[in-house]
């Protein structure tokens, strides 16, 4: 059991009080109760961490469903909470702090959409409170916490969905066949980039104020460093990408989505080398993140690559409309043609006329339902869904170890097998993150 569950719930009121963190709005009668697996008949009690655009909108994608009811919504900001809470009132109880919202009796699963220094902590509580999750990308900010949720959602027996929602949609669905038919012939090489222009102003340069009422900032930051309150922080969660101990940077923000399918497609593990350069070269702004991010991702026979800018968007054969604006994509080099794409469209450029007899590819991926619904269906059937923690861990492994390579100016080496560094002892122990007392990183879910 992770440090933050070893509290009766006279001690748990008795600490929040004293540190200034947010008690319940309303409190259930069975907050110490264990939630279990709903039937295939029963409804599913779902709860929201973090109420969010983007959080908010993953529970209304469950809560359209008839099998579905919101039980319990939290936010350490009181009017998020409270604004949720409004639409799912007849049902659903409100909370300023997520370990008494787990302790809810009536909550079988729950969706974490806290930010991203949050994800690890409250998923492995989550599972160790018996609720399935849905956790928001980017999975995590360490290779630890990474291995830690994994093993915990193992451990615990739970459900797990990691939020790349584009894994859903039928163009990543046709790309994969494409490429798993064959028809580009051996591929050595994948190069996937996400660009955009913030200019030099980036987002803004608002001074640091107090919090705003209703918001509990020391709770916000929890296990993170503590900073001055700055509303840009929590904006959104785009402009929040802009603080690296909070966001991990524009590459978690993006790459989950777009690493994501060479290594769907390619069936790649885990890489055995990442190496990863950059720096704030342009950006001008309120953040401390890179503007500008290149990395070599190592597999035993593929080269995959990831690039990313905030301060430039030519997006190479997937410009589309002049001027500035978001782009990003995916190549896929092959022997015979090469095949690039991006979230709603894909095109085949031939090697000569190397694929002028290629079939049609069969279909190889079933058609999903949507990343929430896919969610729901497993609670019911226990059977884990496509982005589960255990197929998303190879996509997050290669951005925690980018950034991590990008930190300490060299590659990182790592073994497929142990799934830790080898031969860095410094970037092994900066892997497992140090969380701000009183909260404690759970390295019982480590075996390194």
Excluded at 74 to 80: L, M, N
Excluded at 177 to 202: C, K, P, Q, W, Y
Excluded at 255 to 268: E, F, K, R, T
Excluded at 374 to 401: G, M
Aim: proline fraction near 6%.
């Amino acid at each position: 059991m992770s440090d933050t569950k070893r509290y009766t719930r006279r001690q748990f009121v008795r600490t929040t009080a004293a540190a200034g963190m947010a008690v319940p709005y309303f409190v259930s009668a069975a907050a110490l109760g264990q939630a279990g697996a709903p039937g295939a008949n029963d409804r599913i009690h779902v709860g929201l961490i973090g109420c969010g655009g983007m959080g908010r909108s993953n529970l209304a994608n469950c809560a359209k469903h008839d099998d579905v009811v919101v039980t319990a919504v939290c936010d350490v900001w009181k009017e998020r909470c409270e604004a949720t809470l409004e639409k799912y009132q007849a049902t659903a109880k409100g909370y300023g702090d997520y370990r008494e919202l787990l302790a809810q009796k009536d909550v079988d699963a729950v969706i974490i959409a806290s930010p991203p220094h949050w994800h690890a902590l409250m998923a492995i509580d989550a599972c160790e409170a018996g609720k399935d999750i849905y956790l928001q990308k980017p999975m995590t900010l360490y290779l630890g916490e990474s291995l830690a949720v994994k093993a915990a959602v193992k451990k615990h027996d739970r459900i797990s969905q990691v939020g790349t929602q584009i894994h859903a949609g039928e163009n990543y669905h046709q790309v994969v066949d494409h490429v798993r038919s064959g028809n580009l012939g051996s591929i050595s090489v994948a190069r996937t980039f996400n660009v955009l222009n913030l200019g030099a102003e980036g987002i803004g340069n608002d001074p640091n104020c107090d919090p705003p009422a209703g918001l509990d900032w020391e709770n916000w930051v929890g296990p993170g460093p503590l900073r001055p309150f700055n509303p840009l922080v929590v904006k959104d969660s785009f402009t929040h990408s802009s603080f690296m101990a909070y966001s991990g940077g524009w590459t978690p923000c993006w790459a989950p989505h777009i690493i994501d399918l060479p290594i769907w497609a390619l069936g790649l593990g885990l890489p055995t080398m990442v190496a990863s350069s950059g720096g704030r070269y342009v950006l001008q702004d309120a953040g401390d993140v890179h503007d500008t991010q290149e990395t070599l991702i190592q597999y035993p026979n593929v080269t995959l690559t990831w690039m990313m800018s905030q301060v430039n968007s030519y997006g190479f054969d997937l410009q589309g409309k002049p001027g500035t604006g978001r782009r990003l994509g995916t190549y896929f080099h092959g022997v015979n043609g090469t095949l690039y794409a991006n979230y709603g469209t894909y095109k085949i450029m031939p090697e000569g006329d190397l694929m002028k007899d290629a079939p049609e590819p069969p279909k190889s991926v079933p058609d999903s339902p949507g990343q929430e619904r896919e969610w729901l269906d497993a609670i019911k059937s226990r059977q884990q869904p496509s982005c589960n923690v255990f197929y998303h861990h190879n996509v997050n492994v290669p951005i925690v170890l980018g950034n991590l390579s990008l930190k300490l100016g060299r590659s990182i080496r790592l073994d497929s097998q142990t799934e830790w560094i080898v031969g860095d002892d410094e970037a092994a122990r900066l892997s497992i993150p140090e969380y701000r007392a009183p909260w404690k990183f759970p390295r019982q879910y480590l075996n390194v």
